[in-house]
């Protein structure tokens, strides 16, 4: 007994000395970074910054989040980036979804506030919301073809959007997964789908809607539903005064959403059930859809459906952190996500639509895409979000 | 009188790293949240985190669920560990031969993957679903319910719980046990006067790992549990992670370890007895 605690107490010593010794040791990285970008560098992109040109490799830190998903594919293009491009290295760090990604956005904002350059986040990756809230708050860096020439191979209008200060190189939407074998005729509108999940009790699932883009899209699609459209992209606290009706539309479809009131955790909890067949109609990220049923991890007869008014759907983009002092290195990741050959990795692995304007692919790729990657909206709503999780969970969750 | 004073600094030098480490990872980090949780938000200081944990319902909800989930993990895991610690000390054959060669398995088995595998067994259309369907038995909704969380919690705390206690009941003398029994003594009469007794202590220690560890719990409430309402180690990464209320987590952060210190009260005190006693 006696040795037993002994060696307890030896090991759980060494565990934590190992993570008091992990946590200092990021500490030092942080502190490192701001001495880097004291220096002079501080330079609009283009112009050779110090870092580029010494012989040591370049290395550039690039935030992101999501799902898996999304960590798979940097996976797999930073390595093919890094084979191509030597002088330079990407220090990937991923936050999954649901884990507080938010913070790194005031990160940024905090670095910059204090005068301690970039803060060590030169890359990260996001939505709508956080480019135009960095477009304001001055963040991002503006970018263009001389830095990044692959930027022509873009919708233009869609840069003139996020005032060329981010690269979209992704998109994807939530829809309405189904199994065809099951449902002949899916919903086509928001009331018709509400109906079918009264009229079908337990086959309808969504997500909680602060673990997963899917579930919160669904909620927030329902808050919205009949308000005026320029709402959506309204972040003023006082359209929350707005929310009541939805909310009781949600609360009323808690006794016949999957299990009386079951919602799995995170955007992969729902397409379990799909695909064991617990539930029929589930709202998904058509990316993860098409993933898994390439993978075989779905039934053949999932199929996909958007509806109108429309769920939440949009580009992911890239910002450059004003701040940072490896634009060069940044512009030439960038560049290369923006290539074909990494765009068609985007959309082999990962399912998303291209960042590229869709005619610059083959046909079969059009086909693939055809009614997914239409009839989407992008939600602006900023801090709402959080609202809207908040009082789901003691609204809905806990009614 | 010198050799004392080389004996006391000894013993201060070889207490201190214990003593930093415990300074460092465990008393500052409880003081600076109990300072953060006294934060209002609009820059005063006062106790309002801690009334909204009373006040509202959901929140009130979460820590009855979480008292009441830890209560019954615990007394379903020491029964069973200890059932099975007494059942290999004084039973042999083939199959305590078993039991003391698997019943550690599940401390090699990540959290995350033995959650899974729970799912997978238990959910709607899982393993033992299917099995007895033939026999029209219907189970229970296990999954995204309490119960979920309680077999997990069953699994996870067993192997180390009966490990402390069949260690502790090695430690008792057979002779005790045969004396007693020459004397006349009945299985029960041995079993309260003698042998719980005397792993009375383990027990304690065992019952405060357990509690311990499933009041903090997360991975499994998280993915077995009911939306609402929560285990505080959920609610809290909610609150902190989703909501962003970094004051009220730090509020539920120090509400739980208020929670586990009564626990470690008990704990400290019959140590302490002990101490004296040996003295």
């Known amino acids: ?399 | 009188m010198r050799k004392e004073v080389k004996q006391a600094i000894g013993g201060l030098i070889m207490v201190s790293p214990s003593f930093v480490l415990l300074l460092v990872i465990v008393v500052i980090p409880i003081v600076q949240s109990f300072v953060t949780s006294l934060g209002n938000g609009e820059g005063g200081y006062d106790l309002s985190r801690y009334q909204f944990l009373f006040a509202d319902k959901g929140m009130r909800a979460n820590i009855f669920f979480t008292l009441k989930v830890t209560l019954v993990s615990c007394a379903l895991v020491l029964l069973v560990s200890y059932s099975l610690a007494l059942y290999m000390r004084f039973s042999s054959g083939k199959l305590v031969d078993w039991i003391r060669k698997t019943y550690m398995i599940p401390l090699f088995i990540p959290g995350v993957i033995a959650t899974y595998g729970l799912m997978n067994l238990l959910g709607n259309h899982g393993w033992l679903a299917r099995l007895l369907l033939p026999l029209g038995i219907e189970l229970p909704r296990l999954i995204f319910d309490e119960k979920g969380i309680v077999i997990a919690n069953i699994w996870f705390n067993i192997p180390f719980a009966t490990m402390l206690l069949s260690s502790a009941l090695t430690g008792i003398p057979a002779s005790i046990i045969e004396s007693a029994r020459d004397t006349g003594a009945g299985k029960l009469r041995i079993f309260l006067r003698f042998i719980f007794p005397l792993s009375y202590k383990t027990f304690l220690v065992a019952l405060t790992f357990v509690f311990m560890g499933v009041i903090g719990s997360f991975t499994a409430p998280f993915l077995l549990g009911p939306n609402a309402p929560q285990m505080l180690g959920v609610s809290m990464q909610q609150v902190f992670g989703v909501f962003q209320e970094r004051e009220q987590a730090a509020a539920m952060a120090f509400f739980t370890f208020l929670l586990c210190s009564v626990l470690g009260y008990f704990y400290i005190r019959s140590m302490a007895g002990e101490e004296s006693a040996n003295r």
């Open chain 1, 1 to 399: 007994m006696v040795r037993l605690k002994k060696s307890l107490t030896a090991l759980s010593a060494l565990t934590l000395t190992v993570a008091v010794l992990a946590a200092c040791g990021s500490k030092n990285d942080d502190n490192a970074s701001p001495a880097a970008s004291d220096s002079p560098s501080n330079s609009p992109s283009g112009s050779p910054s110090a870092a580029a040109s010494s012989a040591e490799p370049v290395q550039f830190s690039f935030y992101f989040t999501g799902s898996q998903n999304v960590k798979d594919l940097w996976d797999t293009l930073i390595p093919m980036f890094e084979k191509q491009n030597d002088k330079v290295k990407v220090k990937e760090v991923y936050i999954p979804s649901g884990a507080g990604a938010e913070p790194t956005y005031d990160r940024i904002l905090a670095a910059k506030k204090a005068g301690k350059g970039s803060g060590d986040i030169d890359l990260y990756e996001d939505g709508i919301n956080v480019v135009s809230q960095g477009a304001k708050d001055d963040v991002w860096a503006a970018l263009d073809t001389s830095g990044i020439p692959n930027l022509a191979n873009i919708d233009p209008k869609t840069m003139t959007d996020v005032s060329n200060m981010a690269v979209p190189y992704r998109s994807s939407a939530v829809v309405l997964a189904y199994d065809s074998a099951k449902v002949s005729a899916p919903p086509k509108t928001l009331s018709e789908l509400l109906d079918w999940i009264k009229q079908n009790p337990g086959k309808f699932a969504y997500n909680d809607p602060s673990t997963g883009g899917s579930g919160s899209s669904f909620v927030t699609t329902v808050l919205y539903d009949g308000l005026p459209e320029e709402d959506i992209h309204n972040s003023d606290p006082a359209v929350m005064a707005k929310w009541d009706a939805g909310f009781g539309k949600l609360k009323e479809l808690n006794k016949s959403v999957y299990g009386k009131g079951i919602y799995p955790k995170k955007n992969q909890g729902t397409l379990d059930l799909l695909a064991n067949g617990e539930v029929e109609i589930i709202p998904a990220w058509s990316d993860m859809v098409l993933q898994q049923l390439g993978e075989k991890l779905l039934p053949d007869t999932v199929k996909m459906q958007q509806i109108t008014p429309g769920f939440n759907g949009g580009p992911t983009y890239l910002m450059v952190n004003k701040l940072s002092d490896k634009k060069d290195a940044v512009n030439q990741f960038l560049d290369f996500v923006l290539s074909p050959e990494a765009q068609e990795v985007i959309v082999t692995k990962m399912n998303g639509f291209p960042g590229i304007e869709l005619s610059n692919m083959s046909q079969a790729m059009q086909d693939k895409f055809k009614g997914v990657s239409e009839g989407f909206r992008t939600f602006n709503i900023g801090d709402l979000g959080t609202e809207i999780n908040k009082r789901w969970q003691s609204d809905v969750a806990a009614q």
